[in-house]
């Protein structure tokens, strides 16, 4: 049971830190996925006030660069460009990813392209939600 929740896991964050920034990086490989995981974990902590489910789990999070200097740059997006914490919502993902142990600065980048969608979520939200 362990491993299949192991590999889920890995299955999740190996699109948000592309093997080419993994190969790239002068990081150990350990403190990499360390940073990465943790990252994870503190990303979530925060949630979409009108939804019970956090941001991560949402599929809000696209991208998490981690540069040599520990500096961390995150692109995400909203469930809807018109969401009224857009203008809060990058301020939580920064202080949340800022928790983590090593991380010198984090950057937040808002997009919109690819908007998102429902089919985002993984199936934990899903389940949470009742959508399964």
């Given at each position: 049971?362990?491993?299949?929740?192991?590999?889920?896991?890995?299955?999740?964050?190996?699109?948000?830190?592309?093997?080419?920034?993994?190969?790239?990086?002068a990081?150990?490989?350990?403190?990499?996925?360390?940073?990465t995981?943790?990252?994870?974990?503190?990303?979530?902590?925060?949630?979409?006030?009108?939804?019970?489910?956090d941001?991560?789990?949402?599929?809000?999070?696209y991208?998490?660069?981690?540069?040599d200097?520990?500096?961390?740059?995150?692109?995400?997006?909203?469930?809807?460009?018109?969401?009224?914490?857009a203008?809060?919502?990058?301020?939580?993902?920064?202080?949340?990813?800022?928790?983590?142990?090593?991380?010198?600065?984090?950057?937040?980048?808002?997009?919109?392209?690819?908007?998102?969608?429902?089919?985002r979520?993984?199936?934990?939200?899903?389940?949470?939600?009742?959508?399964?």
């Amino acid at each position: 049971m362990d491993d299949q929740i192991e590999s889920i896991q890995e299955e999740k964050t190996s699109g948000l830190v592309s093997d080419e920034a993994k190969a790239a990086s002068a990081l150990p490989e350990e403190e990499l996925e360390r940073l990465t995981s943790d990252i994870i974990t503190a990303l979530k902590t925060v949630y979409d006030p009108e939804i019970p489910v956090d941001i991560y789990e949402l599929g809000l999070i696209y991208r998490i660069d981690i540069s040599d200097d520990r500096d961390i740059d995150i692109e995400m997006t909203l469930t809807a460009p018109g969401c009224p914490v857009a203008g809060e919502m990058p301020g939580w993902v920064q202080s949340a990813a800022l928790t983590v142990p090593g991380v010198r600065d984090v950057k937040v980048d808002l997009v919109f392209d690819p908007m998102w969608e429902p089919s985002r979520m993984s199936d934990e939200a899903k389940l949470e939600l009742g959508w399964m």
